[in-house]
Structures are given as C-alpha cells and as structure tokens.
T-cell receptor, first 115, second 112 residues
C-alpha cells in the first residue's frame, strides 16, 4: 500500500474487555514496530518484528499485551482485560531492513480509550 | 540506557520567524537520527533522517544538523508559517534493527 495503515482509528473499550489493533505495513517492509504514546509524551517502544519473527518484546508492559505477525505482513496487537492505564495512542511503524539511511514510516495510530 | 531530551517543550512565534528546535541524546553510539512531525490526533510524519556519518540534511525550509560527539541535533525552520504548527519529535535507534528512542517533543505554534 501507499503507507502504513492502522485500524481501527479509534476504539473505546470497557474495562476488562479484550481489544485487537491491526497494522498493515508498507509492502515489502520486513521490520515492524509497535509503540505506545501517552498524552503529551513521545512514543515508547513495545515490540519489534522482523518478518514473522518477534525479535524484541521487552517494551510490552504486562503479559496482558500480545503481538503477532504470522505471515510476516499484517500485525495485530492484542490487549487482554483492558485497564484504564492502557488508554493511549498505539502507533505502528515499518521499515526496510536496517541501514544507516533506513527511515521508519508510521501509521495514523489507534487511539484506545478504556472506560 | 539512551535518553533523548528536547528543548523547549513548547514554543510560540509570529509568522515569518526563523527558529531552532533542540534535541540531545545521552549515548552517542547512534545509527542515525530522525526528525518527525506530529499533528494533533495524527501519526508521525518523517521530516528528515541524518545518517551517523553525516552532519546535516536539508529539505525545503528545514535543515537538521547532527553533532554525534556532543550528543546534539538541531532542527532549523526558516520563515515559519502557521501550517508549521505541530509537535516536532526527534528519535534515535541505538543501532540497526533496534527501536527508536523518542524525546517528548517540542510543541510549536506559529501565529499569523
């Protein structure tokens, strides 16, 4: 596609509900990253995939957070039993295999509000 | 652990002014540095990427410089316009295939 696509753009979940956030990266981009952005803060790393392999999940805040990319393209970030502190914008980024001139391209984000 | 700081946190200027946004990082072993723009409620748009071997990059009215040894980068915006109003973020990867570490951003308002 022309850019990184994320859906839904907005999600309101009741506390305790499970949610799934989707990221469609730029075609051919092997690297895919998920970030969490709280209001007034910079994005913070959650997890990273190279193709279908999850190489780093050190940023996931708890075991309620789970991400997958089974075919090395579309990725899903799942949050189980959502809590109010999970309210944030979730950003997905993709890039080509890394070189010094590799740019990361971001989607529009999914704004999650837990009520 | 890499930490990125952006100063100022917010800036309001009249239209037409030239301005400088600052970014500093604690670990100079970076792969590159990327400047982004974020409009309210939107994702990040890449503005400029400076490779670790470069000292500056230019795109239109934007010029970004990098001084790895001192851990600093600046984003210079010439002849600012109201449409430049947004939050500007800088970010560095520690090395290839590692996640970006972001600053908190500078919120810019350009007043017509």
């Amino acid at each position: 596609g022309a850019g990184v696509s994320q859906s839904p753009r907005y999600k309101v979940a009741k506390r305790g509900q499970d949610v799934a956030l989707r990221c469609d990266p730029i075609s051919g981009h092997v690297s895919l990253f998920w970030y969490q952005q709280a209001l007034g803060q910079g994005p913070e790393f959650l997890t990273y995939f190279q193709n279908e392999a999850q190489l780093d999940k050190s940023g996931l805040p708890s075991d309620r957070f789970f991400a997958e990319r089974p075919e090395g393209s579309v990725s899903t970030l799942k949050i189980q039993r959502t809590q109010q502190e999970d309210s944030a914008v979730y950003l997905c980024a993709s890039s080509l295999p890394n070189g010094e001139n590799t740019e990361a391209f971001f989607g529009q984000g999914t704004r999650l509000t837990v009520v | 652990k890499q930490e990125v700081t952006q100063i100022p946190a917010a800036l309001s200027v009249p239209e037409g002014e030239n301005l400088v946004l600052n970014c500093s990082f604690t670990d100079s072993a970076i792969y590159n540095l990327q400047w982004f723009r974020q409009d309210p409620g939107k994702g990040l748009t890449s503005l400029l990427l400076i490779q670790s071997s470069q000292r500056e990059q230019t795109s239109g009215r934007l010029n970004a410089s990098l001084d790895k040894s001192s851990g600093r980068s600046t984003l210079y915006i010439a002849a600012s316009q109201p449409g430049d109003s947004a939050t500007y973020l800088c970010a560095v990867p520690h090395r290839g295939n590692t996640p970006l570490v972001f600053g908190k951003g500078t919120r810019l308002s350009v007043i017509a």
